[in-house]
């Protein structure tokens, strides 16, 4: 149990933006020099025209030039970009996706990038460069650039510290080459899995979401690069999980599901932007609620950064949502509401927005208002410094008179990242069912099976660059080595004979390949089924953005195809690369010898899956999302109020096949000896304590899930909801004294009248191995009055590991 394993519980006490403290001088001097540039921010306010001001507020989506050369505009779907030489005289606020638009080696895209900001510099009066931004979900979206498991992946593990580390190796390559903002994380809570953003997500439970994003943001700013949490708020509760649907969740689901990740990542992570959401809840587009990104965001939760806008989310307001009559119109309305930057491309905070101030729409306060946050955050990174220099890090050292022989010189995929990437997939896979096929014992044949068994790109989410960007590219290399699932089963099992069959398409409706697949598995001793999605866009895929899904049964035929390989009676171990999870039918869940989810793991992911089926890797992921058992019956997830579960009142039957945090080990655990207060008042904590011991003959990880139970309050709440969890590895027959302290705060809600309250009454603390599996409660009782909690109350319980026995 090596392999820097680590045990990192969330506690809120890590935030990665801190720096070492230099003493008193050194603190002098970051205060002289957060004032001087305070100072900077407000002489170029009052120097700057309005045509000026406005130029800081919006973006050119440009892609680097594969020769070094200039960014050119990107030609996008909506309309035609303006010329950058159009735009200079006034200046830019931001360039978009500069690596994330074409394909360009790491070190000629930093100089074109390098030769834009020397440009734009020259180009305005002030000498202000822009922010670049670019996609890095699962990995910097660009050409050659390490990818990481998607997001769903990172709730899989439920390892916060591991994915701190993962994002700050992402923010250094980005910042390497010259990159100053990330589009990432999402802290959208899943509640409907058709939702085809799902793999984006880190899963149904805000408290899991919460932590892992925040982990995430931490990583990130600690290499200086500017997170921005999305979508605020509300986006993955749309109707019947299509994208950008309207939203009709009431204001206390907003308030306990949907905002308490954000709340969490500003309080804690140093987060300095976040993207306002595409969708409208109960009628409100949230580019357009002031009650949102003002009050709540800036006024209650004391946010500084700047809010950005999603892509075309400005214009949405006029072409999709109707609460504006015209693009100055939107934009008023959206810099109004507190949106501070329009993204990817100027469309309506140019002249649209100078028509609507001359109308008398808003006031210049309004705009200097947005101006001194983007000016502020500039500050903030630099970029208004007088020795300020374009020239990234990565291109320190180099001479630039020939930039041809800077190709290859830059890599953005280095041994150490791959091993990150590694260790997380592994940490990530997750045994749903094993009847004692796994580990697998030197098997003599083993048949490879499935649309996903020989696709590289079968471990790649929407927002990886291969898929992103690389999929209109036909005939560039990934950039990066992609092992499939059959080559890693090759390596982990060299002495056995592998033979494969597609069988059917990832979406494909034709069955006629389900004859050389029968034939193909004739005197195997085992069948690896692979099945799953195929990532895209719009329609493009079977799971991403805009690839929603109408229910949860496999994509196309692979069901059939299943179905036709349990029949045989050979072993079947099922294998899932996909985005989200599947109903795989009562056969599958009943009879196959093993299941093993794994949601797009990344470019390691295939030989993390091979690990875990040869035993090299001890499994140790656990569900982020529940899987459903029928593929109807959406949206369903375990964080539901009683009447949500099954009964007499209704024939469908939501309880999943697994649920929301199950996973199975190759060793077993006993939990006992509990102790815990039982009373504490509704100001107080409760402590508890107990034991867990591998009982089993291998190393293996239990991962300690605590939910709070609150059976009667004057509202509805969810059955049960997570609160705290810590991952414990141990040795065969090693025990772990686990303690708890729970803040009585973790049993707030929303009241009747929306304060957030915590009422005297009967709690269960549950611990468990899943949602499912409770091994030890805690019945306690809270004692007092009813209490009123805001936004400065305590968010996590503080789980540790005692003693080892």
């Known amino acids: 149990m090596t392999d820097n394993v680590t045990t990192d519980a969330p506690s809120g006490t890590q935030n990665a933006t801190a720096r070492a403290d230099g003493g008193p001088a050194a603190l002098h001097d970051d205060r002289s020099r957060t004032a001087a540039r305070a100072a900077r921010v407000e002489e170029l306010i009052a120097a700057m025209t309005l045509q000026e001001k406005l130029a800081q507020l919006y973006g050119l989506w440009a892609g680097a030039s594969a020769d070094g050369a200039e960014v050119a505009p990107h030609q996008h779907d909506m309309d035609e970009p303006p010329a950058l030489d159009e735009l200079l005289p006034d200046g830019l606020g931001q360039l978009t996706r500069p690596f994330g638009t074409v394909p360009v080696d790491p070190a000629l895209g930093a100089l074109s990038l390098m030769r834009t900001q020397e440009r734009i510099v020259a180009g305005n009066r002030f000498g202000i460069p822009a922010i670049a931004h670019d996609e890095c979900l699962a990995g910097f979206a660009a050409w050659g650039a390490t990818t990481y498991p998607v997001p769903l992946s990172w709730g899989a593990s439920f390892d916060p510290g591991l994915v701190r580390v993962m994002a700050a190796a992402i923010g250094s390559d980005m910042r390497s080459v010259g990159v100053h903002q990330g589009l990432a994380p999402v802290l959208d809570v899943v509640r409907d899995a058709r939702w085809g953003r799902v793999e984006e997500t880190i899963g149904e439970d805000p408290y899991l979401v919460g932590t892992i994003a925040t982990a995430y943001v931490q990583g990130l700013e600690s290499t200086g690069l500017v997170a921005t949490l999305k979508h605020f708020v509300g986006y993955s509760a749309s109707r019947a999980g299509r994208n950008l649907a309207p939203v009709s969740m009431g204001t206390r689901e907003r308030a306990d599901v949907m905002l308490p990740p954000f709340e969490m990542a500003i309080r804690e992570s140093g987060a300095r932007s976040v993207m306002h959401a595409y969708t409208d809840t109960d009628g409100i587009p949230a580019a357009a609620d002031e009650g949102l990104l003002t009050g709540l965001l800036r006024d209650t939760w004391g946010f500084e950064g700047t809010v950005v806008a999603d892509y075309f989310g400005i214009a949405f307001l006029k072409s999709l949502h109707g609460v504006a009559g015209d693009w100055g119109q939107a934009a008023a309305i959206a810099l109004t509401a507190g949106v501070d930057v329009e993204l990817p491309t100027v469309k309506t905070f140019a002249r649209p927005l100078r028509e ?450």
């Open 356 to 805: 609507a101030v001359a109308a008398g729409l808003l006031t210049t306060e309004v705009i200097d208002r947005a101006l001194r946050r983007v000016l502020t955050q500039k500050a903030q990174l630099g970029l208004l410094d007088p020795d300020w220099s374009p020239r990234p890090p990565a291109l320190a050292d180099v001479a630039l008179d020939a930039p041809e022989r800077l190709r290859d010189t830059v890599s953005l995929d280095s041994d150490a990242h791959r091993d990150i990437s590694r260790r997380l997939a592994e940490r990530s896979v997750i045994l749903l069912r094993n009847d004692g096929v796994l580990p697998l014992e030197r098997p003599a044949r083993i048949a490879v099976i499935g649309p996903q068994a020989d696709t590289p790109t079968a471990v790649l989410g929407c927002y990886s660059f291969p898929v992103h960007v690389g999929s209109q590219h036909p005939g560039t290399p990934a950039g990066v080595q992609l092992p499939t699932l059959l080559q890693s089963l090759m390596s982990e099992f060299p002495g056995c004979e592998i033979v494969t069959a597609a069988g059917c398409g990832v979406d494909s409706p034709v069955t006629d390949g389900f004859a050389a697949a029968l034939r193909a598995v004739r005197g195997a001793d085992v069948i690896v089924a692979a099945l799953g999605d195929r990532a895209g866009l719009f329609g493009r895929g079977t799971s991403g953005e805009g690839c929603d899904a109408e229910s949860l049964a496999l994509p196309g035929v692979q069901q059939q195809l299943l179905d036709t390989l349990l029949a045989t009676g050979t072993p079947v171990v099922v294998t899932l690369l996909a985005g989200r999870p599947y109903a795989l039918g009562e056969a599958a869940v009943n009879t196959s010898a093993a299941l093993v989810q794994t949601f797009f793991p990344g470019q390691e992911g295939t030989r993390a899956i091979a690990g875990v089926l040869s035993g090299r890797v001890e499994p140790s992921g656990r569900l982020p999302v529940s899987v459903p058992r029928r593929p109807g019956g959406q949206p369903a997830t375990y964080l539901a109020a009683r009447l949500a579960r099954a009964g007499d009142s209704s024939n469908v039957d939501p309880t999943p096949a697994f649920a929301f945090g199950h996973g199975l080990t190759y060793t077993t655990f006993v939990w006992s000896a509990l102790t815990a207060d039982s009373t504490a008042p509704t100001d107080g904590e409760l402590a508890l304590s107990f034991t867990v011991r591998n009982t089993g003959g291998r190393a293996g990880t239990e991962v300690v899930q605590l939910y709070l139970h609150d059976a009667v309050a004057s509202v509805v709440q969810p059955v049960q909801r997570l609160v705290g969890y810590l991952r414990v590895p141990l040795e065969p027959g090693e025990a772990a004294r686990i303690s708890a302290v729970v803040p009585a705060d973790l049993a707030s809600f929303t009241g009747r009248d929306g304060r957030r309250i915590v009422e005297p009454g009967e709690l269960e603390l549950r611990l468990g191995a899943s949602s499912a599996d409770t091994r030890l409660t805690a019945r306690v009782t809270l004692t007092g009055a009813v209490r009123e909690v805001d936004h400065t109350r305590a968010l996590h319980a503080r789980i540790h590991r005692e003693a080892t026995e």
